[in-house]
């Protein structure tokens, strides 16, 4: 048996989580969001500015599908492809609404045979690079870069009834608003940085691609280009 602790941080205790309980329009859909990461779990907890609490599980994986998207066998062109499926993105061009088309067609992973997803986690600043990559104002190399970030922007998420029987809760323990909540904000603030150093730094596209570039070439997710900035 492979059995893992998982992490939800929200503002109540959930003893059974219920998959139709689910919000449809987050980052990979109808789900149960949790974290390895404690310190993560605790920021969630409090990122309404309430006190709030970590749920913890017992998670057996053993049998389960697992995508994981941040295995190297996935692009961060996949993670975009889903976000574009199921959250509501800002298109203010002929070009967003091109690309998002485009990306889900060519991009896109279909979830419908795995119980677990493993990914990014899209906050605001993550949103922000996503946004800026599909209205043709960041390049393929920043977004890459910026979304190297650490674990704390990475989530386990359940999206099965057969994965959701399987979460065991453990326990639940408090978490306060008056360090959680400033210490949620200075992690997006340090994200937003992050994301204006990589602008700042990048002084040639010559050797980069945008996605007006992807639209053009009608390039694949195993095209060379692709390949070469995203694995350098």
Not at 7 to 30: A, K, Q, S
Not at 34 to 52: H, P, Q, S
Request: charged share 30%; aromatic share 12%.
């Amino acid at each position: 048996m492979s059995t893992i602790q998982l992490l939800h941080g929200t503002d109540h205790i959930i003893e059974v989580p219920d998959i139709n309980i689910g919000n449809p329009h987050n980052d990979y859909g109808r789900g149960f969001y949790c974290t390895c990461v404690d310190e993560m779990a605790k920021e969630w907890a409090c990122k309404k500015n309430t006190d709030g609490f970590v749920n913890v599980y017992d998670f057996d994986e053993d049998g389960l599908k697992v995508l994981n998207l941040l295995s190297g066998n996935h692009t961060v062109l996949n993670w975009i492809a889903l976000l574009l499926q199921f959250r509501t993105f800002k298109l203010d061009s002929e070009v967003a609404v091109d690309a998002r088309d485009y990306i889900i067609e060519h991009y896109s992973v279909d979830l419908s045979g795995y119980d677990i997803v493993v990914g990014y986690r899209a906050d605001d600043s993550y949103f922000q690079y996503a946004e800026s990559f599909v209205s043709n104002t960041l390049p393929l190399r920043s977004l890459n870069k910026a979304l190297r970030l650490g674990k704390l922007g990475e989530q386990t998420v359940v999206i099965s009834q057969r994965g959701f029987e399987r979460l065991k809760f453990v326990d639940a323990y408090s978490v306060d608003k008056n360090v959680y909540y400033p210490k949620f904000l200075d992690r997006d603030t340090k994200a937003r940085d992050t994301y204006r150093k990589e602008i700042k730094k990048t002084k040639s596209y010559r050797d980069d691609i945008f996605v007006l570039d992807i639209l053009r070439e009608e390039m694949s997710n195993d095209d060379s280009r692709i390949q070469r900035i995203l694995f350098e």
